[in-house]
Structures are given as structure tokens and as C-alpha cells.
């Protein structure tokens, strides 16, 4: 029977650890508070603090699990890296989970691949984040580099904005790094999540662009599939691909687009279906 340890254990992670145990996997749901949605379902669970290496590490040795699923941002992957190097397969694997932890990695990524972006940049302190935002000029979107689900990102129009908005930015922040990316305003028409699925063989395979809303910079609801012209879907599919191909490993990947006419621009990606990912509890 294969051990599987979910590194968070929210909704998404509960649905995965229903699924694992139909196919007669043993699941440990680990995450930072009591009762979490997966821990209600888990064979086992643990609370303890992700970001701590030394609490992190002994949790793992503890359950020895064959299979290690992260779930959300706040983990120290730096242990995922070196525990990789061993005979734990870490889904999809450590450095794409390294990378699609942090906003500014994955960036630098597709930026390297030649795939079209926002213009954007970073800013660790509230001094330098105003100098950004005087250099590109308003209206600038503001993310951490470290979040889920639209936490701590603005839209500043105003000056009289740009101070709470860096205050918002580090309030919603999962982790420990104090940074932002500050990234031009893109008046897309919508914004998709691209479910890419790499199989241990065979094509990478694509599910429906999903469509998503936000409010405030807070996801909202998501639907499926989201119309989009063929040349713009074929696109998208090539960039999750190109980068997905990078990252290695095998699962799910979440990549969002915004969509400007049949302009294509990446936005994030994220190692596991995501939020917007989830539109039907059986999806």
C-alpha cells in the first residue's frame, strides 16, 4: 500500500486524498491548523508549521511516505529538494514545486523560455516599491511573490493608494519573504486556468480553459469550458507545455493566461489544479 503525505490539506487537498484512498493508498494530511478539510477525511494528520525545516523534516521522517503532495505555498521546499535525492517522489517534483511556490521563480522562468509576460519587477521594501511604482507609472498591479487565491493583490490607480497597497500586499502573503512583484496594468478581456496534465507516459494532455472572476484581487467563482477563439486556446496550450515540459515531474498543473484579443500573456502557474481549478466539487 503506498503512503501519501498531502503537505496542506484544504478543499482541493481533500478531494485528492478521497481519490488516493479509492485507489487503496494510505493518505497523512499535514497542515498548520486543527481539522482541516482533508484532515477530516485522512487516514492520519499532523498541525504543525511547514516553514519550519526542522519540524517539517522530523514530520516526514515520522510517516516515511512514499508519495509527498504539496498542497499549498507555505512550505519550506528547500527540504523537498534534498529529500527528492532519496526514494520519496515528490508529485510533480521538488524544483517545480520550488519554483511555482514563488511568484518571482516562475516568472523568471517563462521570461527565460522567450514566453510573453507582463512587464514587471520586484520591490523588499516600502522605499524601493515606490521608486518602482514612480519608474512605471500608475496603474500597476501588486502581488506577493508568495500567496493563494488572489490574496494581498491590488490594483493601484491613485498614489494616495500605493502605500496600503504594499501593506495589503505583505498582509496577504503566505510565507516569510518580504516581496512584492510589480507588474504593468493589462487590460485583458478574461482569464483562464489551463488544467495541463503531464502523464508518466504518453502526451501532455489539456482539460477545458477554465474561465475565472476576481474581485478586489480575490478569486471568486470559475466556470467551464470558457470560449476562446481556436488560435488563442492552441497558444496557450503550446506556452503550458513549454513550461510544464520544464518544470518535469508528472500531475496536474494550473497555468493562467490572461487573454487580450488572441494576445496570449502568462500570468502564474501552479504545480496542482488551484482554486480555479475547482469549479464542481467533482472536478
Keep these: 500500500m503506498k503512503k501519501i503525505m498531502l503537505l496542506g490539506s484544504g478543499e482541493l487537498g481533500k478531494e485528492v486524498i478521497i481519490s488516493a484512498q479509492r ?45 509527498i503532495v504539496p498542497e499549498i505555498e507555505a512550505i519550506r521546499t528547500e527540504v ?24 518571482d521563480k516562475i516568472r523568471d522562468l517563462a521570461k527565460s523560455l522567450g514566453i510573453r509576460t507582463a512587464n514587471y519587477t520586484y ?31 491590488s490594483i493601484v490607480y491613485e498614489a ?19 516581496r512584492v512583484i510589480v507588474e504593468e496594468f493589462i487590460k485583458f478581456d478574461y482569464e483562464i486556468t489551463l488544467l495541463t496534465v503531464k502523464q508518466n507516459q504518453g502526451p501532455t494532455v489539456f482539460c477545458p480553459p477554465i474561465g475565472h472572476f476576481q474581485e478586489r484581487g480575490d478569486y ?17 496550450k503550446l506556452i503550458a507545455k513549454t513550461v510544464t515540459d520544464n518544470l518535469g515531474g508528472k500531475g496536474i498543473f494550473g497555468v493562467e493566461f490572461f487573454i487580450k484579443d488572441d494576445e496570449v500573456i502568462f500570468s502564474e502557474l501552479s504545480p496542482r489544479p488551484h482554486d480555479t481549478g475547482m469549479v464542481t466539487m467533482k472536478t
Design 123 to 153: 520591490a523588499e521594501s516600502l522605499e524601493e516599491f515606490k521608486n518602482v511604482v514612480k519608474n512605471i507609472g500608475l496603474p500597476i498591479v501588486v502581488k506577493p511573490v508568495m500567496s493563494s487565491s488572489g490574496k494581498g493583490q
Design 80 to 103: 523537498l529538494l534534498e529529500l527528492e535525492k532519496g526514494p520519496t517522489t515528490i508529485i510533480p517534483t521538488a524544483r517545480a514545486t520550488n519554483l511555482t511556490m514563488n511568484r
Design 220 to 236: 471568486q467563482y470559475s466556470w467551464q469550458p470558457q470560449e476562446m477563439s481556436e488560435k488563442a486556446l492552441s497558444d496557450a
Design 160 to 178: 494616495e493608494d500605493i502605500e496600503p497597497s504594499w501593506e495589503y500586499a505583505l498582509s496577504g502573503a503566505r510565507g516569510d519573504r518580504v
Design 23 to 67: 485507489l487503496g493508498c494510505h493518505v497523512i494530511a499535514v497542515d498548520r491548523y486543527e481539522n482541516a478539510p482533508g484532515m477530516q477525511v485522512a487516514d492520519q494528520s499532523e498541525v504543525i508549521n511547514m516553514l519550519d525545516e526542522h519540524t517539517l523534516k522530523n514530520c516526514i521522517n515520522k510517516y516515511k511516505p512514499d508519495i
